[in-house]
């Protein structure tokens, strides 16, 4: 499995992707709203984009899938719970369904709402695995609710599907806030040493070069996997004063989200 990420350059600071086939060339797009970047990527690879995959249906996803259509003929994928919304679906998708590309690659769909409620993220069962998370989970943070999402929904994907990954799961986000998100996890956790070596990193980093996180990583440095930690429970108990001494996983990461939404 070959993997291109595409930074955008855009305003929404969107990471496109190309997932290709060493042996046939032939080439998955997710998420590609800046769609002419990602046909001259695939073309100087020599590959052909047969395929479109939106993680879900906002704009800021799906808005290239007219000119990548146009250009490729590729078909579309999808959510099927999404389909309708999204527009000129040809195969939607459901847990558990694969998808292949060319001879070799093989996605598995997770069903993951949160972000909204028909969100779909590909991991990739390779020697190292990947996670192709849209806007579910991101570098050191964990996607908002606003646009027909909800915080319970995305506490469950977190803590019953993403955390039972393998640590060395590698994390590609449908966009970069590392940095932002590292000082979030910083703001709820000032201890936590390796947030703070991170955010030395990202703040530096070129976004067309940032850091690939693993799952082992992000349990580290991202607040919205560490909901039994002292000090993030100390901090949220000041900010919310109504929270139990002891509160449960649940409350913690919906409180932690409702920061977030302000912070």
Same mark, same amino acid.
């Given at each position: 499995?070959?993997?291109?990420?595409?930074?955008?350059?855009?305003?929404?600071?969107?990471?496109?992707?190309?997932?290709?086939c !060493?042996?046939?060339?032939?080439?998955?797009?997710?998420d590609?709203?800046?769609?002419?970047?990602c046909l001259d990527t695939?073309?100087?690879?020599?590959?052909q984009?047969t395929?479109?995959l939106?993680?879900?249906e906002?704009r800021?996803h799906?808005g290239?899938?007219?000119?990548?259509?146009?250009?490729?003929h590729?078909k579309?994928?999808?959510?099927?719970?999404?389909?309708?919304?999204?527009?000129?679906?040809d195969?939607?998708?459901?847990?558990g369904?694969?998808?292949?590309?060319?001879?070799?690659?093989?996605?598995?769909?997770?069903?993951?709402?949160?972000?909204t409620?028909?969100?779909?993220?590909?991991?990739?069962?390779a020697p190292?695995?990947?996670l192709?998370?849209?806007d579910t989970?991101?570098?050191?943070?964990?996607?908002?609710?606003?646009?027909?999402?909800?915080p319970d929904?995305?506490?469950?994907?977190?803590?019953?599907?993403?955390?039972?990954? !393998?640590?060395d799961?590698? =994390?590609? !986000?449908?966009?970069?806030?590392?940095a &932002?998100?590292?000082?979030?996890?910083?703001?709820r956790?000032?201890?936590n040493?390796?947030?703070?070596?991170l955010? =030395?990193?990202?703040?530096?980093?070129?976004?067309?070069?940032?850091?690939?996180t693993?799952?082992?990583?992000e349990?580290r440095?991202n607040a919205?996997?560490?909901?039994?930690?002292?000090?993030?429970?100390? &901090?949220? &108990?000041e900010?919310f !004063?109504?929270i139990a001494?002891?509160?449960?996983?649940?409350?913690?990461?919906?409180?932690?989200?409702?920061?977030?939404?302000?912070?």
């Open positions: 499995m070959l993997v291109e990420r595409i930074w955008s350059g855009n305003a929404y600071r969107n990471f496109h992707y190309l997932i290709a !060493p042996q046939t060339g032939e080439a998955l797009a997710i590609p709203l800046e769609w002419q970047l695939a073309r100087a690879r020599g590959w984009i395929q479109i939106n993680t879900h906002h800021d799906t290239g899938n007219a000119g990548l259509v146009g250009a490729t590729a579309v994928l999808a959510h099927a719970g999404a389909a309708g919304r999204i527009g000129g679906v195969r939607g998708l459901a847990k369904d694969v998808v292949r590309v060319g001879r070799t690659v093989e996605l598995e769909c997770l069903d993951t709402p949160g972000h409620m028909a969100h779909i993220c590909l991991l990739a069962h190292q695995p990947g192709f998370s849209g989970l991101f570098n050191a943070g964990a996607g908002n609710c606003h646009g027909g999402g909800h929904a995305l506490y469950d994907t977190f803590t019953t599907q993403l955390a039972r990954l !393998p640590d799961t590698r =994390v590609y !986000p449908g966009h970069e806030y590392m &932002r998100n590292l000082e979030f996890t910083l703001d956790e000032p201890g040493a390796d947030a703070k070596s955010l =030395v990193e990202a703040r530096i980093a070129d976004p067309a070069s940032a850091k690939v693993t799952l082992g990583e349990k440095v919205f996997f560490r909901l039994q930690n002292p000090e993030v429970i100390m &901090r949220l &108990r900010a !004063p109504d001494e002891k509160p449960d996983a649940r409350t913690v990461f919906v409180r932690l989200r409702e920061l977030r939404n302000k912070w």
